[in-house]
């Protein structure tokens, strides 16, 4: 009876917000498969073992947080790898930093610069809209090591994109800060 309703709870799940979980893990991968199959693999994540009282709001932020587990693990094992892959075999050339961004200059490319860390600070802040607090308490940081992040990130990201209004995350309010035209206002 248990299974069924996880089941159902899945198949709900992956009808109704599906495309919204994709469209998450696309912002983190910068790539349409590779978010597929960081879904799926969340999916099987949370699905494998039954859980009772499984509701589909808690289902979602069971997946959500096992997309972003997922991406900053393989983006680690994808180091180590980078790290002693020649020491079995020489692979293919790879493109420099300077060519990539000027075959690309939109978003993805920009946001492919950014460390794991810093990319998934700014999906969590400005995608999710959640508080730095809140990044904080999802990444297991301290929320000083989250302004950092998204410090560094904007900065990242001006570079490519050039100025920008720049949002300075606050604990009550959102300090919007425009580049272009110096002038600061508020709003919570």
């Known amino acids: 009876m248990a299974e069924r309703v996880a089941d159902r709870v899945m198949a ?3 009808r109704e917000r599906g495309g919204a979980l994709v469209n998450y893990a696309v912002l983190l991968t910068g790539d349409s498969a ?19 009282g499984f509701t589909p709001d808690a289902a979602e932020a069971y997946v ?7 991406y900053v693990d393989g983006y680690r ?14 692979g293919p050339q790879e493109r420099s930093r300077e060519m990539e961004f000027a075959d690309r200059i939109d978003l993805r490319a920009a946001l492919a610069g950014l460390s794991p860390q810093e990319r998934a600070c700014v999906v969590l ?3 999710e809209d959640l508080r730095v607090a809140d990044v904080a308490a999802q990444m297991h940081l301290a929320e000083g090591t989250v302004k950092r992040y998204l410090s560094n990130a904007v900065h990242k990201l001006e570079t490519t994109l050039g100025p920008m209004r720049e949002l300075h ?20």
């Open 64 to 70: 959500r947080r096992a997309i972003l587990t997922l």
């Open 125 to 127: 802040r400005f995608y």
């Open 12 to 14: 709900d799940l992956a």
């Open 169 to 188: 995350p606050l604990d009550d309010e959102m300090v919007v800060v425009d580049r272009v035209h110096p002038t600061t206002t508020a709003r919570g």
């Open 34 to 52: 590779a978010a597929q199959d960081l879904v799926q693999d969340a999916f099987v994540k949370v699905f494998v073992r039954l859980r009772t």
């Open 77 to 90: 094992r994808r180091q180590r790898w980078a790290s002693v892959r020649h020491l079995v075999a020489a």
